[in-house]
Structure formats: C-alpha cells, structure tokens
C-alpha cells in the first residue's frame, strides 16, 4: 500500500492552492491600484480561476481511479467522515465557482479576455442571469475563505496535535 499521494497528485495540490491565493488576491488588491490597471488584474484572475477548474477536474478524476494512501495511526471513524466531507465540499466549490464565473462573464454580452485571447460571449447582454451569477459566485468565493482555512487548520491539527502523517503524505519528497 502506498505511503504518500502520488507527485502529480501533490503537484496539483499545492499549484491549485497557490493560483487560489493569486485568484483571491487579483480580486482583493485591485482595489489598491489605478483604475488603469484594472482589465489586467481581471485577466489574471479569469485565467487563474479556469486553470483551476480545469485542474480540479484532473485531479478529481486520478483520485477516483487512485484511493487515498492510509493515515498511520488510524484516525477515528467520526474524523475520516469529516474529512471526506470536507474534500467533497472543496471539489465542488472549486468546480462550481470558475463555472459560474464563466457563465457571469459570457453573459455580460462583450469581450472579455483570459490568457491574453478574446473569450466566447454571448450577442447580447443579459443583465438579469449577470446579477443572479454574480451573487452565487461572491457568495461561493467568501465561503471558500472559511472552507479552506477550516481544512488548512485540519491538516495543521493532523500534523501537530494528533501527530499522524496526514500532512506529509501531501508533501514533496525529501531530496537526501
Ligand atoms: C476558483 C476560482 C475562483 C475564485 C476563488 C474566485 C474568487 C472571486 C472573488 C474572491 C471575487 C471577489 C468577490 C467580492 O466582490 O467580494 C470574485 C469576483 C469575480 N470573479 Fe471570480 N473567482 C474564481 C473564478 C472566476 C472565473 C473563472 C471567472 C470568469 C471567467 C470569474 C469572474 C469573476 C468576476 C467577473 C468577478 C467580479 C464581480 C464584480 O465585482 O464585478 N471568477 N471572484
Ligand atoms: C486553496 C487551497 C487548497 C485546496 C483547494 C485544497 C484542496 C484539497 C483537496 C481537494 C484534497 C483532497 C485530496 C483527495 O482527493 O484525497 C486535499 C487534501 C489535503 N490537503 Fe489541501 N487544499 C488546499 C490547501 C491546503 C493547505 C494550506 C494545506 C496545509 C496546511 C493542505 C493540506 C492537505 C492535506 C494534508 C491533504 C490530505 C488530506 C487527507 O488525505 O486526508 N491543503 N486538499
């Protein structure tokens, strides 16, 4: 049985976490900025946000032909039930989230742009499903603070307090 996730299963992971960061901050610190450098701020986090959706498909899809490596000592039933849930609920917050964000954005009816390309947009705009879009997905992005920092909080428990090896099976190799 193996002992850690796999190199591709921990690359992900911590590549995802670190386009999360950049995706929240486009959208909290270009507030702090010229108006001028707005369109570039939005650019980074569309681009950010679908690179997510598309990695969190992969790696959704090689955990369910891969299970989970075991965690020594074994944690109580009631923890391994929490924490199933709570991947759960992160695949599909980072699923829904970019999704509906596209949606808001085909919607508005004009160029938009992602990875420095033009994206598909609707003919006309549809103020109505931009509102009803915009609501869930700020409402979606303020949940995913807590829920993320509620499963870093998790590991960092694992880790420390309960000392297994949850955390360093999500870890790179040590090189010797
Ligand atoms: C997992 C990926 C994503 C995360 C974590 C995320 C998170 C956020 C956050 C934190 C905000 C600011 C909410 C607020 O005003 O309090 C926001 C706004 C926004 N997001 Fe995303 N987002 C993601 C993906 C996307 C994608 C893929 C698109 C479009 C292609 C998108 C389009 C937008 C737009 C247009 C707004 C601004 C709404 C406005 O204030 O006009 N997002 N997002
Ligand atoms: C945006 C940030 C993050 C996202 C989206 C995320 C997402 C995920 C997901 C979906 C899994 C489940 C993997 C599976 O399918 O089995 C997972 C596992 C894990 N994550 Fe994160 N994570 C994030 C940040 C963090 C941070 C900051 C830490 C550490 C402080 C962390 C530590 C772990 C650990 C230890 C596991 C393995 C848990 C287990 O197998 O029981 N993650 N993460």
């Known amino acids: 049985m193996r002992e850690k996730y796999s190199g591709l299963q921990i690359a992900i992971h911590w590549l995802v976490f670190l386009l999360v960061i950049v995706t929240w901050c486009a959208m909290d610190l270009r507030g702090f900025f010229s108006r001028e450098y707005r369109p570039w701020f939005n650019m980074v986090h569309v681009s950010c946000g679908m ?22 000592p074994k944690p109580k039933p009631w923890m391994t039930g929490m924490a199933h849930l709570g991947h759960l609920v992160i695949y599909l917050l980072f699923i829904a989230l970019p999704i509906i964000g ?72 040590k090189k010797r």
């Open 51 to 72: 690179t997510i959706l598309v990695l969190m498909i992969a790696r959704l899809v090689i955990r369910l032909k891969r299970p989970a490596p075991p965690i020594t």
């Open 102 to 173: 596209l949606c808001l954005m085909y919607n508005r009816g004009h160029p938009w742009l992602a990875f420095g390309l033009v994206m598909p947009h609707a003919a006309d705009s549809n103020f109505e499903l931009v509102d009803f879009f915009k609501h869930y997905h700020v409402l979606l992005a303020k949940t995913s603070y807590y829920v993320v920092g509620l499963h870093a909080l998790a590991a960092l428990l694992h880790h420390y307090i309960w000392k297994d090896n949850a955390l360093l099976r999500m870890m790179p190799k």
